[in-house]
């Protein structure tokens, strides 16, 4: 069984910062891809940030230079660090991981979700 679990999610006022955290666990053998994504009520469900195993980032645009996503392979954690936030940021924050637990194919799985709340 894999299990993503995110914390630090919470209320914010605009300007403000929240750092996201989440954690893989469970019989993994590794982690190719690992992700943020957000999804605002009556909204699909969007990319926020992407990272590869090496280190490779990609931001949708609206976060660029305010969010960054980072990543610590030994500890199968992804972290999102989100600084000037907007009511608009305001989300339910998915951890999202694909990975291999030794099988044919690589997996994805989610986590909980965390919710973000921006006040203005």
């Known amino acids: 069984q894999v299990q993503l679990v995110e914390s630090g999610g919470g209320l914010v006022q605009a300007g403000g910062s929240l750092r996201l955290s989440c954690v893989a666990s469970g019989s993994i053998f590794s982690i190719n891809y690992m992700a943020w994504y957000r999804q605002a009520p009556g909204k699909e469900r969007d990319l926020v940030a992407e990272i590869t195993s090496g280190g490779t980032t990609n931001y949708r645009d609206a976060v660029k230079g305010r969010f960054t996503i980072s990543r610590d392979n030994a500890k199968n954690t992804v972290a999102l660090q989100m600084n000037f936030l907007k009511p608009e940021d305001t989300a339910v924050y998915y951890c999202?991981?694909?990975?291999?637990?030794?099988?044919?194919?690589?997996?994805?799985?989610w986590g909980q979700g965390t919710q973000v709340t921006v006040s203005s």
């Open positions: 999202a991981a694909i990975l291999s637990t030794g099988g044919t194919y690589d997996t994805r799985y």
